[in-house]
């Protein structure tokens, strides 16, 4: 089955620690995104990757951090800089991020990652 | 600055009652417009992507369709199980990424 996976479901992170949240797609999709989601708002984008080895800051990227060393996988890191991370986290994938074909923009969501400080 | 709203923050429909989502954008060339459906604690599912005025999609009891300044999602005959939170999303010319509006919770009861 092609989907994006995204692991752990459920994290709960110290006051100071870093976390990594993994998300992983075998759609041979080349761009990914990562979102955080509060209650109450829409989905914010903190950093997105359009092709392997690059990435670009989002809306809110301040306290994460992200590579892009495989096609298939996009991890993002909390650093204990964000200082209120406690949210649901949410990667989605799309064929290509600057492509005119019109199917292509179509993002793919995985499953989400809750993520609390604790 | 680019927005995307939608109205109303929440629906509450009786089974079989018929109703309209909106979703409005005061961005300009927008590129394509797109529908997801969440369920709590879970990932946006795609419903539709709208691309020009004029143009509609349907899904089983779902119709999307897109008009110069906004979309509307109508729900025909709504059933308990397309109780769900309901985002729209757009996507402007010359950007890879979206922008979404905050939801509009939908709650049918039996």
């Known amino acids: 089955d092609g989907g994006i996976t995204q692991s752990p479901k459920y994290l709960f992170r110290k006051e100071g620690q870093n976390v990594t949240l993994s998300c992983e797609q075998n759609?041979?999709?080349?761009?990914m995104y990562w979102y955080r989601q509060d209650p109450g708002q829409g989905l914010r984008l903190i950093y997105y990757s359009q092709i392997v080895n690059d990435f670009q800051k989002g809306d809110i990227a301040e306290g994460y951090s992200v590579s892009r060393e495989k096609k298939e996988s996009f991890p993002l890191t909390v650093t204990s800089a964000q200082k209120n991370p406690t949210a649901f986290y949410l990667c989605?994938?799309?064929?290509?991020?600057?492509?005119?074909?019109?199917?292509?923009?179509?993002?793919?969501f995985g499953p989400g990652t809750r993520l609390t400080v604790l | 600055e680019d927005q995307v709203t939608q109205s109303p923050e929440a629906l509450r429909l009786q089974e079989g009652e018929s109703s309209s989502l909106n979703c409005s954008y005061t961005v300009s060339g927008l590129r394509g417009l797109f529908w997801y459906r969440q369920d709590p604690g879970k990932g946006p599912e795609f419903l539709f992507t709208?691309?020009?005025a004029g143009e509609e999609k349907e899904k089983e009891r779902l119709k999307a369709t897109l008009t110069k300044k906004e979309s509307f999602l109508h729900i025909t005959a709504p059933k308990p199980e397309d109780s769900a939170t309901y985002l729209c999303?757009?996507?402007?010319?010359?950007?890879?990424?979206?922008?979404f509006g905050k939801g509009t919770m939908l709650l049918v009861s039996p």
């Open positions: 759609l041979n999709h080349d761009a």
């Open positions: 989605a994938s799309s064929s290509t991020g600057t492509s005119g074909v019109r199917s292509s923009d179509t993002q793919y």
């Open positions: 999303a757009a996507l402007l010319s010359g950007y890879s990424t979206l922008t």
């Open positions: 709208l691309y020009s």
